[in-house]
T-cell receptor, first 116, second 113 residues
Framework: GAGVSQSPSNKVTEKGKDVELRCDPI?????LYWYRQRLGQGLEFLIY????????KSGLPSDRFSAERTGESVSTLTIQRTQQEDSAVYLC??????????????FGPGTRLTVL | GNSVTQMEGPVTLSEEAFLTINCTYT??????LFWYVQYPGEGLQLLLK?????DKGSNKGFEATYRKETTSFHLEKGSVQVSDSAVYFC????????????FGTGTRLLVSP
């Protein structure tokens, strides 16, 4: 595709509900990253996929957060039993390789999650 | 661990003024350094990058030089335009491991006519 796409663009949910966020990377990009940006803060790394495996999950803040990826395509980030502190913009990025020093990460527009 | 510190915003300038946004980093080894920009209503875009000491990244009139001795990567532009109003993020990527980016908190630039 032309770029990284994410859906939905906005999500409002009630505390305790589960949410799924979707990311479509650039076609052919093997590496996929999820980041979170809370209000007034920088982006925090959540998880990295190389193909459909996740060698680095170190940024997932709790076991309520999980993610999966289908081959070298779509990824979903799931947050179970949402809490108000989960409110943030969730950004997805992809790159042609996760291990090359020259791989540039291209970002999607983000999903703004609001937990009431 | 690795970290990036950048100046607080907002930075408010008049058109054609000189811009500097400071960025310093803490990292082991020799990271790659980046500036990303987020225009209003748009996604994060790579502005420029430098992969080794003394490299200068440049794009759209913006420049930043990788200074290992001062662990800095300050963003500069000689003459800003209203269209440069955006949030600017400094980031690093370790050249070992899995290539995740570590970001600063962002600096909002507001340019008035």
């Amino acid at each position: 595709g032309a770029g990284v796409s994410q859906s939905p663009s906005n999500k409002v949910t009630e505390k305790g509900k589960d949410v799924e966020l979707r990311c479509d990377p650039i076609s052919g990009h093997t590496a996929l990253y999820w980041y979170r940006q809370r209000l007034g803060q920088g982006l925090e790394f959540l998880i990295y996929f190389q193909g459909n495996s996740a060698p680095d999950k170190s940024g997932l803040p709790s076991d309520r957060f999980s993610a999966e990826r289908t081959g070298e395509s779509v990824s979903t980030l799931t947050i179970q039993r949402t809490q108000q502190e989960d409110s943030a913009v969730y950004l997805c990025a992809s790159s042609s390789t996760g291990t090359s020093f020259s791989g540039t990460q291209y970002f999607g527009p983000g999903t703004r999650l609001t937990v009431l | 661990g690795n970290s990036v510190t950048q100046m607080e915003g907002p930075v408010t300038l008049s058109e054609e003024a000189f811009l500097t946004i400071n960025c310093t980093y803490t990292a082991t080894g020799y990271p790659s350094l980046f500036w990303y920009v987020q225009y209003p209503g748009e996604g994060l875009q790579l502005l420029l990058k430098a992969t080794k000491a003394d490299d200068k990244g440049s794009n759209k009139g913006f420049e930043a030089t990788y200074r290992k001795e001062t662990t800095s990567f300050h963003l500069e532009k000689g003459s800003v335009q209203v269209s440069d109003s955006a949030v600017y993020f400094c980031a690093l990527r370790a050249n070992t491991g899995f290539q995740k980016l570590v970001f600063g908190t962002g600096t909002r630039l507001l340019v008035s006519p």
